[in-house]
């Protein structure tokens, strides 16, 4: 095919017409591998056609170049063991970017470049980058299919373990690239891990022309693109945009013993909760009762003509948080990745077994380094170990989970880690003010992201490390999306964290969870009694069900009530936290927060 080239994405590339191999009748496309082409200068190209057997040929090569390692097949069968470099082991937030032509739509939340000094940056580290490796051409698609809600990408990157990945993680390979050639659009994700450098690695956004660069990383949300860059920051922009909503946030299906079905969506920060409540198993107590995952990170939520909020999970698989599965926490996700997993940075026991903190079984020989266990050098298994997982593989996958028009949700819940102050529950008076509970949202930091942890931020949404755009403008739009809907679900905060004078958390958490969301689901349906509180309502101390629960009733009011001063100083919190998106502030947020200020200063 012949093209001229686009001057603006590649200038240093000489832009006279050229030959370029007929792989792929989206011209867009095929000029954009071979622009990368040149600029990368791989050995060879490979375009992923996302067969089972490319995927075996791949993870035979990556056995073989020692990236991967085989686990233990009797016990572990089809399951993998990959060692990331130890600099490389979380997000890096302060080294990802969102570059729109004007600071402003960037936000306080972001950190920002210009796009063309972003996009000259990228090109000098991309320069040659490839040199004696394969550059992979992964199209893939974020959602179902068939889905009208859905959207495409391609990522071009020289990482195997970034495609094994993608494979499991996204509708990845030929389908995608079939639908990409239909509809002409799709995100261009261009990624290397370069020489995994700290010095030398970013992770860039361009809203705008709905393109990602990566440099440096091989590590999670920094490389699987189409996760955390194209379904939340590069989404979040374009939701915004075209009246819908892209979220952190897990979908699950909640069955009751007469077999109906209700769908919540929850967004909790990073290692807080997530894929633990998507997967949850009832208590002995709840017989009857089930809970089917329709995701676990990622929700993309559009107003129905029939007045409710639609989702669907753009995601097909999972990349779960190793540490603390258990048979007790989360049998599920303990039973789900002994076979077709890929561990990434866990222990091994002696005979080869993946190791982690919490697993309760076995003890670690080799820790994550590969180093012999030694107790004095941290732990086993790394904070931020992974598994990725085909969905396909949870037994609670929800039959829903591939519905074109996805699942109407029935209720919101926002939440973090907070040893103090937040209550196990509460509920926002009317949509407004739950967009207001969501803003002021805060939780202690984890091991997802680098840098301190256990610090307390604002994370609002939950959103904070994956918002393209400036929070004021998303607060807006999300008061906006209310607006539109005649059936709007009702918004609710948890916190399954709080802790008791020794540390120790006082709710037990996991499936006892379910009791939690039976309140919400009974408020949703207007048949449970609540306590007006300055910040919202509070269930009577009866309000959850208690019947075999481990958990004496000074301690259950303890969770359910909230303090005042705390509750005064955290709205000064919150207020000086606003106040940095300045008049850019949506007036209804203002007008919800003065009102629970002021309930609260009446008391
Ligand atoms: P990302 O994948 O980083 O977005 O995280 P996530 O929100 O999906 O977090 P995940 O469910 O993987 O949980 C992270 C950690 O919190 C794990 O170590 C869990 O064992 C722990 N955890 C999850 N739910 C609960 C709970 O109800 N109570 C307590 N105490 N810990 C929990
Ligand atoms: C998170 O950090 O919220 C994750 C893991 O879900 S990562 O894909 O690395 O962002
Ligand atoms: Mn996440």
Redo the contacts with the bound molecule.
Sequence with gaps: ARYTRHPRLYPEISSKETEVPMTTSNATLARWVDEVARLTRPERIHWCDGSEAEDARLIEAMLESGELTRLNEKTHPDCYLHRSDPADV??VEHLTFVCTEDREDAGPNNHWMAPDEAREKMLGLFEGCMEGRTLYVVPYCMGPIDSPLSRCGVEITDSPYVVINMRRMTRMGQAALERIEREGSFVKGLHSTGELDPERRFIMHFPESLEIMSFGSG????A?LG??CHALRIASHQARQEGWLAE?MLIVGIENPRGETHYVAAAF???CGKTNLAMLIPPESHKGWKIWTVGD?IAWLHPGEDGRLWAINPEAGY?GVVPGTSPKTNPNAYDMITQDTIFTNVAVTEDNQPWWEGKKDGEPAYDWQGRPYNADMGPAAHP?S?FTVSANNNPSQSPEAESPRGVPISAILFGGRRKDVAPLIFEARDWNHGVLVGAGMASETTA??TGAQGVVRRDPMAMK?FCGYNFADYWDHWIRVGNKLDKAPKIFHVNWFRQDGNGKFIWPGFGENLRVLRWVLDRSHGDAEAVESPIGYLPTLDGIDQTDLDLDRDAMEGLLSIDEGLWRSEMTEIGDFLGQFGERVPDQLMEEFRRVREALNKQ
């Design positions: 979380a997000r590590y999670g949300g920094n699987l996760k955390k952190h920060p990073s290692a990170d990349f931020n992974r997802a992201a490390p």
